[in-house]
């Protein structure tokens, strides 16, 4: 254990928000390991949050679960929060010290160069393509943040050479904000509406995605989406472009080819589908380019080869001469319309889940278009039937149906689908209160639709 790391030796901390996937794990044997007293609260009860217990048995933690205690902010030295938790939380203000697991990292980290990925759709892909192919340079990567990877746990093994390489969301830099960190080099893929339901607005969800960049010295690096006008905003000193209207000095995207510096990468045969998929893969280039000799080739090796991440327009199954994809990552329209532009042929549609306050407008004339049948589901059901029956003048009526339950909903699509068909399980939405996250709900589909 480093022997500097402050104010943790004794302390009493409490954990809020244990995570029903773990997401609390990490930072909490972090801070065991430091010799903090640790206490962990969430609102979820013992049962539901019992893969995430499991994983700290045997640890010296004291669990509050199913409720929050006045008494655990109170006499806490150190509140670490989840991103997750909302910063107008009534519990936040008995708190003395509030930080966060990726506040933490971030003061703690020793590596001198450490990517920074965010965007609204595209994060993990472009993470885990950035990773990937520095991985096949000479120096040793990390990589972590929003993929569900604790680099706390690892943080004695990192040292000053190696490279580290994150995934941020707009909650984890909202929190970063407020210590003045942003990282060395910073990738901003895209920017559309996310979130309203938390930051309140588009403009605040600007400003917190802002803060990848906000607080870069004059020799760090942005790496910049030049077709996304919100993005362009972002641009600095030190800017790099890429997308189809970069500049000749940038990383260009062109028919299965990506092009840098005079120097073309032939992705034709990649196993990651749709035009979307390209933008990530020049973000990456962008990222990596010049980063090692050799980078070349090992980024087009990479680009070709990887098979994508699980939950993101993820082939399934066939079944009956009919094709499943698990799109379940697709918590907004954005992402469900890049799904509809990838597949090609009859989709038989999955739509619906938790109300984040986005618009379905356009979702719903693209549905009309590309859909022959939907299946709705959730909170947001009847706000899309609305959008797709009054959606453009384009396309052929979709026909859709409504599912009181997800296990419903996937046998309605089953029982729509024709050979030839594509089911896509794409909702839209997140997952909340039927499913503890995108996960489970992925993973569920996929259950249903395996051939036995």
């Known amino acids: 254990m ?36 640790v206490t962990v609260t969430d609102l979820n009860d013992a049962e539901r949050l019992r893969e995430s217990v499991s994983e700290l048995s045997g640890w010296p933690v004291e669990f ?19 991103p997750a938790v909302p910063e107008d939380s009534p519990w936040l203000r008995f708190a003395h010290e509030l930080d966060t697991e990726m506040n933490l990292f971030a003061k703690l980290c020793p590596a001198r160069t450490v990517y920074g990925i965010t965007g ?15 991985r096949r340079g000479p120096r040793r990567v990390w990589v972590g943040g929003n993929l569900g990877v604790s680099l706390l746990e ?37 920017i559309t509406p996310n979130h309203l339901d938390r930051h309140g607005s588009v403009e605040r969800y600007v400003d917190a995605k802002r803060a990848i960049v906000r607080h870069q010295g004059e020799h760090d690096l942005r790496i910049l989406n030049a077709d996304d006008p919100t993005v362009r905003t972002f641009a600095g000193t030190r800017t790099r472009w890429f997308g189809h209207d970069a500049p000749p000095e940038g990383t260009r995207v062109l028919p299965e080819r990506i092009e840098h510096g005079g120097r073309v990468l032939d992705v034709r045969g990649r196993r990651l589908p749709g035009a979307f998929n390209l933008h990530n ?37 066939e079944s ?28 038989v549609l999955l739509l619906g889940g938790y109300d984040k306050g986005l618009s379905f407008a356009e979702l719903g004339a693209k549905v009309r278009e590309r859909c022959r049948e939907v299946v709705l589901f959730g909170q947001t059901a009847d706000a ?39 089911v896509l399980l794409s909702p839209a939405c997140a997952s909340y209160g039927m499913f503890r996250n995108f996960t489970e709900r992925g993973r569920r589909f996929k259950e249903l639709v395996r051939p036995a």
Not at 64 to 82: C, M, Y
Not at 321 to 326: E, L, Q, S, T
Not at 327 to 343: C, F, G, K, M, Q
Request: aromatic share 6%; hydrophobic share 45%; with cysteine.
């Open 320 to 347: 009956g001469g009919v094709a499943y994809y698990d799109d379940s990552i697709a918590t907004t329209p954005e992402r469900t319309l890049a799904a509809l532009d990838t597949l090609s042929g009859p989709i």
């Open 64 to 82: 509050q679960l199913g409720q929050h205690r006045e008494e655990d902010f109170r006499s806490a030295d150190l509140v670490v929060v989840s």
């Open 281 to 317: 893969m020049a973000a990456a280039t962008a990222a990596v380019a010049e980063s090692f000799p050799g980078w070349t080739k090992a980024a087009e090796d990479v680009l070709v080869s990887f098979a994508g991440v699980e939950h993101r327009l993820e082939f399934v199954a």
């Open 384 to 422: 899309l039937e609305d959008a797709i029956r009054t959606g453009g003048a384009g396309g052929a009526d979709a026909s859709v149906r409504r599912a009181t339950s997800f296990e419903e909903a996937v046998e309605m699509a089953r029982a729509a689908a024709r050979p030839g068909d594509n």
């Open 120 to 134: 609204s759709n595209g994060k993990t892909t472009t993470t885990t393509l950035v990773g990937e192919i520095l």
């Open 154 to 190: 690892v943080i004695d093994e990192i040292s000053p050479d190696d490279i580290v390489v994150l995934e941020l969301s707009s909650f984890q830099l909202q929190h970063l904000d407020s210590i003045g960190w942003s990282p060395q080099v910073s990738v901003v893929l895209n």
């Open 2 to 37: 480093r022997t500097d790391v402050p104010n943790l030796h004794g302390a009493r901390v409490t954990v809020m928000g244990l995570g029903l996937f773990g997401a609390g794990v990490g930072v909490t044997k972090f801070l065991c390991r430091a010799g903090a007293h």
